[in-house]
């Protein structure tokens, strides 16, 4: 009943920069924890940075400092600011709605190459 839906991914050379959105279909929007998670093949899928209803962050140690995740609740928007990107974190990234269970979006893949 959940529908989601992310964009933005593309092709950018290292030290580059995207920014990725997710609209959620569910109301209130507002309550739900979201996320952002990534995934290569042969490995499994891994929280890149997650926010809470009342806007507290989380972001893991690998992107600290360099991605930021972010809500607006009045458009049913989550999105994903990465910067200074590397070619390690190629992969596709999805969000997701809740934390018990997660919903999720079909996923948008980056590619960090020179």
């Known amino acids: 009943q959940v529908q989601i839906v992310e964009s933005g991914g593309g092709l950018v050379q290292p030290g580059g920069s995207l920014r990725l959105s997710c609209v959620v279909s569910s109301r209130p929007f507002g309550v739900l924890t979201m996320g952002w998670y990534r995934q290569v093949p042969g490995k499994q899928r891994e929280l890149v940075a997650q926010?809470?209803?009342?806007?507290?962050?989380h972001h893991a140690d690998s992107v600290k400092g360099r991605f930021t995740i972010s809500r607006e609740n009045a458009k049913n928007m989550v999105y994903l600011q990465m910067n200074s990107l590397k070619p390690e974190d190629t992969a596709v990234y999805y969000c997701?709605?809740?934390?018990?269970?997660?919903?999720w979006g079909q996923g948008t893949q980056v590619t960090v190459s020179s």
């Open positions: 926010i809470t209803s009342s806007g507290n962050t």
């Open positions: 997701g709605a809740g934390n018990g269970p997660i919903f």
